[in-house]
């Protein structure tokens, strides 16, 4: 019925799904959910998958959204060439960025925001397009932590040596002459989604969690003043699991299907004691001082459960496509090797500090080859 009345074509059944979203929770419906009845439920969904407490949950009213399907394939993606899709999916990546739920590196934001001033405001005007014009749209247009002041500004007679919107007016102004204005809002669109598709986050669910910081000298100072755990997102798609910090907004962990074990756990104390959360358990391999070690990440959510579920279907997908294509095992580390380290290169790059892997900021229990625990930090 929303592909009839949006007047999309058939091909957008595959490329969107039904979603209730608020601030709360986020969960894609299955062919069978009756939206209304879920609605219905939504309190005793959030007291079941949230830690909210009872005045925010009373006052919460899930949005119905039609917005892309986690379990499309981005190679199915890149093949899309409807105007209506393209547009779609443009603004739901303009919403993760902005959102700040796909890190990038600051070179990347102003590139992006380039972009979308492109097809919001047209071809740069330098008589309409000062950075006034834009002190009301930088919102739109970067994540909070970049638009947050910095510690020295604070300090008097210290000023930044660019502002946001000098920023975004420099962007607005060398992209709009890199592509001129014979160039369509539909191209423009597909280039700013040409970069998200290399983000190996692109087109996760994203799920509330939290991860005890790094055992350190300065720890018991931070566990005294009641704030040991940091609270992160749980990014999953297709392609792996990614661990990102919510206030600094760093990948902290980014892990394919080929290279992770899983495995959901609940303790028998956690319905009758809301500070005693399930957790989700990370297994991968690591080279550490010339040998192969396991580490064990752990982290603790209320969504863990329905974690688990995501990663168990992302995986059973891509075993069953791989064995109907002849490539067998497609979760065993060895089929899909080439791609996985080509894909990933980003978060093992050195030169990307928000975009790589940061397993020395992480509380790890390593294990070595004979599964003696022998570091628990």
Request: net charge negative.
């Amino acid at each position: 019925m929303v592909i009839e009345e949006l007047k999309l074509p058939k091909e957008a059944r595959e490329v969107f799904a039904l979603w209730l979203i608020s601030p709360l929770l986020e969960l894609q419906l299955k062919p069978h959910h009756v939206p209304f009845k879920l609605t219905c439920q939504w309190n005793a969904l959030l007291k079941k998958y949230t830690s909210e407490k009872e005045e925010n949950i009373l006052i919460d009213e899930p949005a119905l959204i039609f917005q892309r399907n986690v379990y499309l394939p981005r190679a199915k993606e890149q093949l899309v060439d409807n105007p209506d899709i393209m547009r779609m999916l443009f603004y739901e990546a303009v919403y993760n960025i902005v959102e700040s739920r796909y890190p990038c590196e600051e070179i990347h934001y102003d590139m992006l925001a380039g972009l979308q001033a492109l097809v919001e405001f047209g071809a740069f005007d330098s008589q309409m397009h000062n950075s006034e014009f834009y002190s009301d749209y930088v919102k739109q247009f970067y994540p909070e932590h970049l638009r947050r002041k910095k510690l020295y500004q604070y300090i008097p007679g210290l000023r930044p040596k660019t502002t946001v919107e000098k920023r975004l007016m420099s962007r607005h102004g060398s992209t709009s002459l890199q592509y001129g204005d014979l160039i369509n809002d539909n191209t423009i669109q597909r280039k700013y989604l040409e970069f998200c598709w290399t983000l190996p986050y692109y087109g996760s669910a994203f799920f509330h969690g939290q991860i005890e910081r790094r055992h350190t000298k300065g720890r018991k100072l931070v566990e005294l003043i009641g704030d040991s755990d940091l609270d992160v997102l749980v990014a999953v798609n297709r392609d792996g699991v990614f661990v990102i910090n919510e206030n600094t907004v760093a990948v902290l962990l980014g892990l394919t299907y080929q290279e992770l074990s899983w495995e959901f756990a609940e303790s028998k104390c956690a319905k009758n004691n809301p500070n005693c959360m399930p957790c989700l358990f990370l297994k991968f391999e690591v080279v550490d001082e010339q040998q192969t070690v396991s580490k064990l990440f752990q982290i603790f959510s209320k969504e863990a459960i329905m974690v688990d579920a995501l990663i168990q279907s992302c995986v059973d997908m891509l075993e069953a496509e791989s064995q109907e294509t002849g490539g067998g095992d497609a979760v065993d580390g060895k089929t899909a090797e080439n791609t996985k380290q080509a894909f990933f290169s980003r978060l093992t790059s050195m030169d990307d500090t928000h975009m790589c892997n940061k397993m020395d900021k992480l509380c790890l229990t390593t294990f070595n080859a004979e599964g003696e625990c022998i570091d628990n930090r």
